[in-house]
């Protein structure tokens, strides 16, 4: 529970931001939604997030470009299959790429682009049941936290948007390297200067 639930819930989140920072137009379209839904008031409450799609989509396109656990968690087969002519032994292991999916060029359009207007209007979704797009896995061994990560997640990116302004600081700040492990984390620290937007 901590270990896959912490890291990955930072990691997201630091990934979501570094790509918002990347892309003016799209932080700005955030931050019209949000500011909007707040209307003055301190903070945007958890049961606002519904109503911001844009939000949602900014979320789910974060997560398809930086999914944070590229390799899922290994599964094993448990029956002699046939796999495009290949024989696969029952109790082989099977590492499933969700990382090099969904950046599959045969499946999205202009995969390297952070674009969350793919995500509008569309019923994609990170529950599991779209093999084209699984940040959180899938089947009996899926995810047990999306909704919690997803909530807190976006309940953190709506008030971020809604109450500052951001400039960046520091050379490496939008570089987006990654680096290696089971979890991929953003490579070099952002380093931003958030100013309260009244
Ligand atoms: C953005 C945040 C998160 C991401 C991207 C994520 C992703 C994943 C992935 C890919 C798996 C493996 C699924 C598979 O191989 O099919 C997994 C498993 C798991 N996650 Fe998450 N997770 C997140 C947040 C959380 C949170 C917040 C919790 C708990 C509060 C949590 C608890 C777990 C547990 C317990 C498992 C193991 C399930 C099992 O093996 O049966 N995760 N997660």
Redesign the pocket.
């Known amino acids: ?1 901590y270990g ?2 912490t890291d ?2 930072s990691t ?1 989140l630091v990934w979501a931001i570094g790509e918002l920072l990347r892309n003016p137009r799209v932080m700005k379209e955030l931050q019209q939604e949000a500011r909007k839904i707040g209307r003055g008031r301190p903070m945007i409450p958890e049961e606002d997030i519904e109503k911001m799609p844009y939000l949602k989509a900014v979320f789910k396109e974060a ?1 398809r470009l930086h999914v ?2 590229p390799l ?2 290994p599964r094993q087969s448990t029956q002699d299959v046939k796999i495009f002519g290949y024989d696969i032994p029952s109790g082989t292991q099977v590492w ?1 790429n ?1 990382w090099a999916i969904a950046r599959d060029h045969s499946i999205w359009e202009e995969p390297e682009v952070f674009r969350p207007e793919r995500f509008l209007n569309s019923p994609m979704d990170y529950i ?1 049941s779209h093999f084209e797009y ?13 909704k ?2 997803a909530t ?2 976006e309940l953190v990116l709506a008030n971020l948007a809604y109450k500052f302004e951001f400039a960046l600081e520091g050379e490496h700040s939008l570089d987006m390297s990654e680096t290696d492990g089971m979890t991929a984390h953003k490579k070099y620290p952002i380093l931003v200067k958030g100013t309260l937007y009244e």
Do not use: E, K
Not at 134 to 146: E, N, T, V
């Open positions: 529970m896959t639930g990955t819930t997201s997560l944070p656990i899922l968690v499933i969700a599991g699984l940040p959180f896995g899938a089947g009996r061994r899926g995810c047990p936290g999306i919690f990560a807190i997640n």
